[in-house]
Every structure is written in C-alpha cells, then in structure tokens.
C-alpha cells in the first residue's frame, strides 16, 4: 500500500467532525449538505477509481471498499453517496474527446449512476435514451448521470457478437434528466435517493462506453472486469455499519441495567456470548470480501484476465457479508431492547440505516444460485454478474 492510499483509508476519520455535524440536517433535508459534499469531494472520497490524468488517485479497489466501510462506520448515507459518486472509472472506458466533456470545469465532476437498464435507440451521431431510473442515491447533487441502457433496433435489443444483449453505459448532464422526488422512506434518509427521468435524450457517440472491450487506459485497474469496481462497494458499507451496531452495544451495555436487577448488561454470560459471535463472524465476512477484491486487484496487477470463479467469489463474499451483518444488526437491536426503539440511541439509526442498505439487490441472496452455477461449471443467469 502506498502513501496514497494510507491517507485515503484515514479520510473518514479525518473527516468525522464534519459528518457528525451534518447528520440531524442529513435527516432533515434528505441529503447530504453541500458543504459536507463539496468537502467530501474536495479531499478525494469521490475521484478513487479515477484515471490519475483526469486528476484521480486510481485506488486498488481492496483499499477503496476499506474506506467505504470507514465511512459506513460513521454514517450510512455518507458512505451510500461516496460509493456510488466513485464513477470516475468512465475516463478510462471513454474517449478523450467524451472526457474533455466532463472533466471541462475547475471544479471535479460529482457523479451518480443506476445499474436498471434503460432503451437506447441509435440516432445520427449518437443515441436516444429513455428510462425511468429508480433509487439513484446522490442525484440531487451530481452533475453527471451514468446508466445503463439496451440498445433497441427494430424493437428488439441488439445483439453483439458473442449473442448477448449489446449493453453500454451512457452518460448524461444533470439538465437532460428530471428528478422524482419518492425518497419516503424509514432508513438512509440523507442518500437523496430519487427516481430519475429520462425521455428521448440525445447522448453523442463520445459520452456510450462499451463494457465488452478493453479499456482505453490499459493499467492494473481497468483491466479486469469494470463492474467489478462498482458492485461490492454497498457489502463494504453496511459491514461498517455493522461494526459500529456492535461498537454502540457494547457502550451501552457497560451501563445498562438488566430488568432482572442482576446488574448490567455486560455481565450477562449471554451479551458477552453475542457480542464475541458477532464480532468474530463480522471480522471474517470482512476479511473475505477484502480477499476477494484483493484477487482481482492482484490479477489487474499481474496483466492476467479476471476470471469468472473470481468474479463468483466476489459475489459470494457480498451476499455473505450482507447475511452476517443482518444477522449482526438484528442481534444488536435485540440486546439494546427498549433503548433501541429511541430516537437519539445510536442503535435506532445504524439498524434502520443497515437494513435499508441491505435491501440492494446486489445483497440479494439469490446471488448465491449464480456463484453456485459457477462452482459447477455453468454461465451465471444475470447481466453484469
């Protein structure tokens, strides 16, 4: 690890006084505050997987899920947005007429991004997109969009050579989209996660990247399977989100009284049994999904092709990792018993914040049945797996 990348894996830290400050505002104003972002981006949380010519750091994804997982310790929507602004990785998939588009200003582009597919019907010179993109997290702040869209002709989707559906990531200025605002929910309140509109926008040739060649910029980062930089950074959050669950426990429990009058709750042979489990069975959820990442980092590294058992274990290291810390955060709630039910107890957030990030699909547990297909010897069912 380098220097670099050390002071990356302190930036939560460095940053906790401002978003300790912001968290009441975040919750109020179902976002994070420009101040908080602009800061955020200010320091580098959102340009880690961008190519070091268009101003990025160009971070092992290893190092970047650590500190996703940094920010999830300290608050879930922050790290929710962090995550998924880190779209910088377009520079290296795009021409260098497409990125002197977006990277044109003095200020660093904040980007968002939604992985449903939308219609993408070819036009003279480009593309006429159409979609209605649902729970894309940031949007209210971010000055690009990148989405997926199936490239329609003759009303079906187009085919590629290998008999797939040809599917690219599209990249839209914030005036080409309308944004909904549903973002009603219990959990995550300030990951400003509304629906987004799109009818008929012209996206030019030089904002579509394909996913099925090569990247343009051939360095360790990009030369593995580019999805892979996007899918396990919400496994790494809600583990810190987890880790905290615990860590807010335990203070509690040194002074909470047991309604038995036996003392407090640390003294109970079965906290301590609960507290040990968690803590042991999040601690290698962690290390897996690390390890995982660590492989394809390694692969990209050595010039070696990502294979499809690596990409399998990567998605079986997320599903994992999403199962213990549900299983963490349920037990977590259940032993801070009514003082979990209060707003201002840390463990009311962290447990409505977890359990709305572990409701991605990404942690969806059918994912196991693909890696599964994997192990014996079959393709995976879903797209981008």
């Not at 399977?225 to 996007?230: D, E, R, S, T």
């Not at 990792?321 to 349920?330: M, T």
């Not at 991605?360 to 797996?385: I, K, T």
Request: glycine residues 10%; contains cysteine.
């Amino acid at each position: 690890m380098n220097m670099n990348e050390a002071s990356l894996i302190d930036l939560p830290t460095e940053l906790a006084p401002s978003i300790e400050a912001a968290v009441e505002g975040m919750e109020a104003g179902r976002g994070l505050p420009r101040k908080l972002l602009h800061e955020l981006r200010d320091k580098g949380a959102f340009r880690m997987l961008t190519p070091r010519e268009l101003g990025g750091s160009e971070t092992s994804l290893k190092t970047v899920l650590q500190v996703y997982e940094g920010f999830g310790r300290l608050d879930a929507s922050v790290a929710w947005v962090v995550w998924n602004a880190n779209f910088g990785f377009i520079g290296a998939l795009l021409g260098e007429e497409g990125n002197a588009r977006i990277w044109a200003g003095d200020d660093e582009p904040v980007f968002s991004n939604s992985g449903a597919p939308g219609t993408a019907i070819p036009s003279d010179g480009g593309y006429r997109l159409s979609g209605n993109w649902k729970i894309v997290s940031g949007i209210k702040n971010a000055d690009w969009l990148t989405v997926i869209g199936v490239i329609v002709e003759n009303g079906s989707p187009r085919l590629t050579d290998a008999g797939s559906p040809d599917v690219r990531l599209f990249v839209l200025h914030r005036d080409q989209l309308s944004i909904k605002a549903t973002w009603n929910v219990s959990g995550m309140v300030g990951s400003d996660s509304n629906d987004v509109l799109v009818n008929d926008a012209f996206v030019p040739e030089e904002l579509v990247a394909r996913m099925d060649v090569p990247a343009r910029i051939q360095r360790p980062l990009y030369q593995g399977f580019m999805p892979a930089l996007v899918l396990p950074g919400c496994s790494a959050v809600v583990l810190g989100v987890a880790q905290t669950a615990i860590e807010e426990t335990v203070a509690l429990a040194l002074s909470k009284k047991m309604s038995n009058g036996g003392g407090t709750l640390s003294e109970s042979a079965r906290a301590q049994a609960v507290i040990a489990r968690s803590e042991a069975s999040l601690h290698a959820a962690r290390l897996l999904l690390l390890s995982a990442a660590e492989a394809l980092d390694t692969a990209g590294e050595n010039g070696d092709p990502v294979t499809i058992e690596q990409r399998a274990a990567l998605r079986s290291a997320m599903s994992h990792a999403a199962q213990v810390s549900r299983q963490v955060l349920v037990e977590m709630y259940e032993l801070g018993s009514s003082s979990s039910l209060y707003r201002g107890n840390p463990l009311e957030r962290l447990f409505r914040d977890g359990m709305v990030a572990l409701q991605h699909a990404n942690h969806s547990a059918v994912l196991f049945e693909d890696a599964g297909r994997v192990r014996f010897g079959n393709a995976p069912d879903r797209l981008l797996f």
